[in-house]
């Protein structure tokens, strides 16, 4: 849990950070009438850098509406490797590489996902966060009877430093409470993820592609404007969010996903899925997400704090420096107790080695 509280405080800055460490390049201000480019023209300036190289998907951030970023991989499905590259969505021109896979931001993200073990490492940490959750609550059973002793908030300063330290450790264990199980739950969520985007390509995918089973993959594929056009045909009140191209996990070999979102804090978290036939540009099938997936989805911001703009970013990291002091200060106690049993355990086996001599 110190490991995930260290590793989440620059996570939930990572936009910032990204920008300081130069990582994103903002694209050049122009009018706001200027119309946008075309998405075939968009994704020819990204293939140009990398010709050799799978389209995998097209996104950008929430709130960024001036670029899309065009990830390439060596296949349709590899992770390893790919290249990131950021373009002007109304000039059509290549703004920068992003590094998404290497450097500080990266390591810090995946020490805090998997511990870089990939599906192991992200079901061990939903494990921490169960047991995070029973401590919780052990913690509030035991808080319960020692406040009718004490005012809230009352630390005993002049008395000794064990007391002292007994109930800082309680008192921001309390102040924490409700965050630390908010936190603790929608992380336990995050590190189901991967199973439970897999259960959704068996569940709806399949169902949503069932009429192409066993047809060979096209050879030619439709403009990727005019698969965009439809999409938005389909759902004129949403906006493009991302875009799964034929072959990779969130589409399938004949189809461009084409995921739109909403405009109101709920709504642009949760992704609808149209389906749009890669080779005739036309509209395959539509349907809102599950319930599994659309908790999944609110989860994801509410763990670093993305839905309130900094000030709840900043809230978010006093919080975790909080928790941060319960478990140094509930470490500390722990070790200490330890050391206070040590001499009484010792002399005991000592007892016990002289009775069995006799």
Not at 56 to 75: A, H, I, P, Y
Not at 259 to 280: E, N, Y
Request: glycine share 6%; charged share 20%.
């Amino acid at each position: 849990m110190l490991l995930l509280c260290l590793t989440g405080m620059p996570l939930i800055f990572g936009h910032e950070i990204n920008h300081l460490l130069g990582n994103e390049v903002d694209p050049p201000v122009m009018s706001n009438n200027t119309p946008q480019a075309s998405m075939d023209k968009v994704l020819a300036s990204a293939k140009a850098l990398y010709p050799s190289r799978v389209v995998q998907f097209v996104f950008r951030d929430m709130d960024e509406n001036n670029s899309w970023t065009v990830s390439l991989g060596k296949t349709a499905t590899s992770e390893d490797d790919t290249k990131f590259v950021k373009v002007d969505s109304r000039t059509a021109k290549v703004l920068q590489e992003p590094k998404f896979n290497e450097g500080f931001m990266y390591v810090m993200f995946k020490l805090h996902v998997d511990l870089f073990a990939g599906l192991p490492g992200m079901l061990f940490l939903g494990l921490m966060g169960v047991l995070l959750v029973v401590a919780i609550i052990s913690g509030v059973v035991l808080y319960a009877p020692f406040m009718r002793k004490l005012e809230f908030g009352e630390i005993r300063k002049d008395r000794a430093p064990k007391l002292k330290r007994l109930d800082t450790h309680n008192f921001l264990g309390v102040v924490t409470l409700i965050w630390a199980l908010v936190v603790g739950t929608t992380g336990i969520i995050n590190a189901w993820a991967d199973l439970v985007i897999k259960y959704w390509q068996f569940d709806q995918m399949s169902a949503m592609t069932a009429p192409y089973k066993g047809l060979p993959p096209p050879t030619q594929f439709a403009s990727l404007q005019a698969s965009v056009k439809a999409a938005q045909a389909r759902e004129p009140d949403m906006r493009l969010g991302f875009i799964a191209f034929p072959g990779t996990d969130f589409s399938s070999p004949h189809h461009y996903g084409m995921f739109m979102r909403g405009d109101s804090p709920i709504t642009s978290r949760l992704f609808k899925p149209v389906l749009i036939d890669a080779q005739t540009a036309k509209l395959t099938d539509s349907r809102e997400v599950p319930w599994y997936l659309a908790t999944l989805l609110i989860s994801q911001p509410l763990h670093f704090g993305d839905y309130g703009g900094m000030p709840l970013k900043i809230l978010w990291l006093v919080l975790d420096l909080f928790t941060i002091a319960v478990l140094w200060t509930g470490l500390v106690l722990w070790w200490k107790k330890r050391q206070h049993f040590q001499p009484e355990i010792q002399q005991r086996i000592a007892f016990d080695e002289a009775y069995v001599t006799r």
